[in-house]
């Protein structure tokens, strides 16, 4: 057992974000799921969130915070850039993706889409068409960048892809976001170039089994 315990869900964005994290550095940790609703869980994380991480003594929670205490802490590729300028953009595109893309792609979009069937209730509709128009800026404000460079800050995967990837994958899965994707060929090869990582491949989440539970696949299946 690691002395490295990751409280999350592997289905969670956020949660995958910080497992890559742990992969590119090559940390060994623990995943445990979690509750995250539960009061226990509020001893961990007082906002009753995910992910949070236990190392030793130390409780940290937010996703930011433990991907650069990784990256401080531990040993292995650096996740950030050393250089002022495109330290300065990482932390730019984080905030973005975390401030307006989250909202956007992943509350009106992935939600509607994916969640909205495993709670037995019909995706709203005029939520998903209200995101699509944002959407579609933000995918065009990747792609001005994506286009001309390979990661979001420079040369380098740093910890800006690692928030990124996580909510494009689940974009697209979905038509809507396929047809975005597809009408962004840099976004697209950066989609390609993140799958490709190992510690991407590492923290595929259980798709099978979400689609699995959805009430609408129960019934298909009898």
Known sequence: MSDVILYGNPLSTYTRTARIAFEE????????PVDHQAPEYRKIHPFGKIPALRHGSLLLYETLAIAKYVDATFDGPPLQPSATVPRAIMNQWISSIVHYYYGSMIRKLVFERFVAPMQGRAPNEALVAEGLPEIRHQTGVLEETLSKSPYLAGGDATIADMFLYPVL????????????????PGVSAWLDRMGERDAVQATIPPIDKMQEETPARRAATG
């Open 25 to 32: 550095k090559g940390v060994p940790y623990d995943l445990e």
């Open 169 to 184: 994958f689940y974009v697209n899965f979905s038509p809507e976001g396929q047809e975005l994707i597809a009408e962004a």
